[in-house]
């Protein structure tokens, strides 16, 4: 909305020397597109830009995850897979774009396999964490998989590790 302009895939194509690195590419050097979308916004969306559609969230450990957007066209939510102790304490669920659009968690057990996704965390440390807990505890005993979830401090490591 507002003074933003058209990112849609023919006005992409019609100003593509003006936020591709043809040099960059040509040369086989990294590109990065969000840079030159970037190049194309105003100075004061460019600066917005992170904070409404941010590359990654941090979590309570202090762990910044990288989101999954999905394709262009795709109403899919964006992805945030993130081990399940990393979140121990997080209430509420993150969202971007000023608030209004809910990110989707992948809530992965210590192997980094998935064990639920929701986008209530508060639901789920209520309703599915007791039932995930209990599959989950004996087969990851060095991780911690506390009763109280939400007291819990979150952890990136083992029980014995602290970290």
């Known amino acids: ?7 849609g ?7 593509a020397r003006e936020w591709i690195d043809l040099d960059a590419v040509a040369a086989g050097r990294p590109f990065s597109p969000a840079a030159g979308l970037r190049a194309l916004l105003p100075w004061p969306q460019a600066s917005h830009l992170d904070d409404l559609v941010p590359e990654t969230i941090e979590v309570p450990t202090g762990s910044h995850i990288r989101l999954a957007y999905p394709e262009v066209g795709d109403d899919s939510p964006p992805v945030l897979a993130v081990k399940l102790q990393e979140c121990f304490g997080w209430t509420t669920t993150p969202v971007i774009c000023d608030g209004r659009l809910p990110v989707l968690l992948h809530l992965l ?12 965390l508060a639901s789920f440390w209520a309703n599915v964490y007791p039932q995930v ?5 004996g087969r990851y005993i060095k991780h911690p998989w506390p009763e109280d979830p939400l007291t819990a401090t979150p952890m990136r490591g083992t029980t014995r590790s602290g970290r």
């Not at 895939?9 to 100003?15: G, H, K, N, V």
């Not at 057990?109 to 209530?120: F, K, W, Y």
């Open 1 to 7: 909305g507002g003074d933003w302009p058209d990112v």
């Open 9 to 15: 895939e023919a006005a992409l194509i019609d100003r």
């Open 109 to 120: 057990s210590p192997a980094r396999r998935p064990l639920a996704v929701t986008d209530d």
């Open 133 to 137: 807990r209990a599959e989950n505890r």
